[in-house]
Each structure stands twice: as structure tokens, then as C-alpha cells.
């Protein structure tokens, strides 16, 4: 029993690693391929939307309507006309949910992701939708007394087929399944020692039982 106990400590763990390693592997291997392509917007105040006195507040105000802008990226007024100068049907059902905005931080840039399983028509569908947004800003952010948009956005990066996919990550699944396996591993090579020893403990004190029932009879027996 502690022979077994001792070789289950040692190869379960390893056993179960190796388990997870393949697992892991042979799902990131199945999975279909992610594409990312980016590019990036500039928000900036528009001359002719400006009064004198708003001029001086253009910096504070991109700053306060960039999360907006960000809101703006995947909603259907912006993914809307997306889809359309994309060439793909603008329905509800059909609303891409790969689409991301980010701000960067303390900057008036606005990166777009999008992620898709064919590299060409993820860059399109990304480039369609900055067109969008670039749109979207002038129509939707704050206008002046003139009617005027206050603020514009320009393009600053267009975004092109990405040449590798940025999921699965093979070795990355992999070495979280042989973590998973070797936890498993470990806590039932534990569970496996417990019940080992409780087992050990059991017999020793049975053969301590006998061995004292033994003793006693034959020091009765020499008595008579």
C-alpha cells in the first residue's frame, strides 16, 4: 500500500499534466483561426465650428467626448453604415460583435478592432467602420451656434489583412491545460495518500489487536 501510495504521488501529476497539455493543444488546434486588423481615427476641433471663445476649450472637450466616441464604434449607427459600405447585409441579426473602441490615454486617438475568421474581410470591415465613425462624429458629436460640427475626425491608419491570427494561441491553451491537469494531478495523488495512510493505519492497528489477543493466550496457557 505505501509502495502504490508513493508511485501514485509521483505519476498522477506527471500523468495528468501531460493529459492537459494535449487537451489544451489539440483544442487550440481545432479552433477556427482569429483575425484582429486596426487602424486609427484623430479627433480634432473643426475651425469653422469654433467661436473664439470655444476655441480655447477644444482640448477639454475631446477629452470629455472621447468615451463617447468610443460608445460610438459599436453602435448601430455607426456598425449600421459599416456593414453597408462593407457590402454585407445591415440587419440586426448580421451586427458584427468583434468591433471594439479604444481611446488612448491622454491623446485624442481612437483605435478600431475588428476580429473575424477571414483576414480581407476583417481589414474591410474594420476600414468600413472608421469611415463610419469618421461620419458618425461630425454628425452626432457637439455642433456650433453656425451649425458647424466642433469637432472632426481624420484618418490616421488604415488597417490592412492581418498576416497572422491572434487566436487560438496554441502553446499558451496548452500550458493552462497542463497547469489544470497537474492541479488535478496533485490533489488526487493527496486525496489517493490520505486514503493510503488511513488504510495503513487501520491494518497496523488490527495487527497490534492480534498480536496482543496472541500474546495473552499464550501467557495463559503457560499459567496452567
Same mark, same amino acid.
Request: hydrophobic residues 45%; neutral net charge.
Given at each position: 500500500?505505501?509502495?502504490?501510495?508513493?508511485?501514485?504521488?509521483?505519476?498522477?501529476?506527471?500523468?495528468?499534466?501531460?493529459?492537459?497539455?494535449?487537451?489544451?493543444?489539440?483544442?487550440?488546434?481545432?479552433?477556427?483561426?482569429?483575425?484582429?486588423?486596426?487602424?486609427?481615427?484623430?479627433?480634432?476641433?473643426?475651425?469653422?465650428?469654433?467661436?473664439?471663445?470655444?476655441?480655447?476649450?477644444?482640448?477639454?472637450?475631446?477629452?470629455?467626448?472621447?468615451?463617447?466616441?468610443?460608445? #460610438? =464604434?459599436?453602435?448601430? $449607427?455607426? @456598425?449600421?453604415? %459599416?456593414?453597408?459600405? /462593407?457590402? +454585407?447585409?445591415?440587419?440586426?441579426?448580421?451586427?458584427?460583435?468583434?468591433?471594439?473602441?479604444?481611446?488612448?490615454?491622454?491623446?485624442?486617438?481612437?483605435?478600431?478592432?475588428?476580429?473575424?475568421?477571414?483576414?480581407?474581410?476583417?481589414?474591410?470591415?474594420?476600414?468600413?467602420?472608421?469611415?463610419?465613425?469618421?461620419?458618425?462624429?461630425?454628425?452626432?458629436?457637439?455642433?456650433?451656434?453656425?451649425?458647424?460640427?466642433?469637432?472632426?475626425?481624420?484618418?490616421?491608419?488604415?488597417?490592412?489583412?492581418?498576416?497572422?491570427?491572434?487566436?487560438?494561441?496554441?502553446?499558451?491553451?496548452?500550458?493552462?491545460?497542463? #497547469? =489544470?491537469?497537474?492541479? $488535478?494531478? @496533485?490533489?488526487? %495523488?493527496?486525496?489517493? /495518500?490520505? +486514503?493510503?495512510?488511513?488504510?495503513?493505519?487501520?491494518?497496523?492497528?488490527?495487527?497490534?489487536?492480534?498480536?496482543?489477543?496472541?500474546?495473552?493466550?499464550?501467557?495463559?496457557?503457560?499459567?496452567?
Amino acid at each position: 500500500m505505501r509502495n502504490l501510495t508513493r508511485h501514485a504521488g509521483l505519476l498522477l501529476p506527471a500523468l495528468f499534466a501531460l493529459l492537459g497539455l494535449i487537451v489544451g493543444f489539440g483544442h487550440a488546434a481545432t479552433s477556427p483561426k482569429t483575425y484582429t486588423a486596426s487602424n486609427a481615427v484623430l479627433v480634432v476641433g473643426n475651425p469653422q465650428g469654433a467661436t473664439a471663445g470655444q476655441a480655447n476649450d477644444t482640448e477639454a472637450l475631446i477629452r470629455t467626448q472621447m468615451q463617447n466616441f468610443e460608445y #460610438l =464604434v459599436t453602435s448601430p $449607427l455607426v @456598425l449600421g453604415p %459599416a456593414l453597408t459600405k /462593407a457590402g +454585407l447585409p445591415n440587419t440586426p441579426d448580421n451586427m458584427p460583435g468583434g468591433v471594439s473602441g479604444s481611446a488612448t490615454l491622454n491623446t485624442s486617438i481612437l483605435e478600431v478592432n475588428v476580429q473575424g475568421q477571414d483576414p480581407a474581410e476583417t481589414a474591410k470591415l474594420a476600414n468600413a467602420v472608421q469611415e463610419s465613425l469618421i461620419d458618425a462624429v461630425t454628425k452626432y458629436g457637439p455642433q456650433a451656434p453656425n451649425g458647424k460640427p466642433v469637432l472632426v475626425a481624420h484618418s490616421v491608419s488604415t488597417a490592412t489583412p492581418p498576416a497572422a491570427a491572434t487566436a487560438p494561441k496554441p502553446m499558451v491553451e496548452a500550458l493552462a491545460g497542463g #497547469l =489544470v491537469g497537474l492541479a $488535478l494531478g @496533485l490533489a488526487l %495523488a493527496k486525496l489517493i /495518500a490520505a +486514503l493510503g495512510k488511513s488504510s495503513v493505519d487501520e491494518a497496523d492497528e488490527i495487527a497490534i489487536t492480534t498480536e496482543t489477543g496472541a500474546g495473552r493466550r499464550i501467557e495463559q496457557t503457560r499459567s496452567r
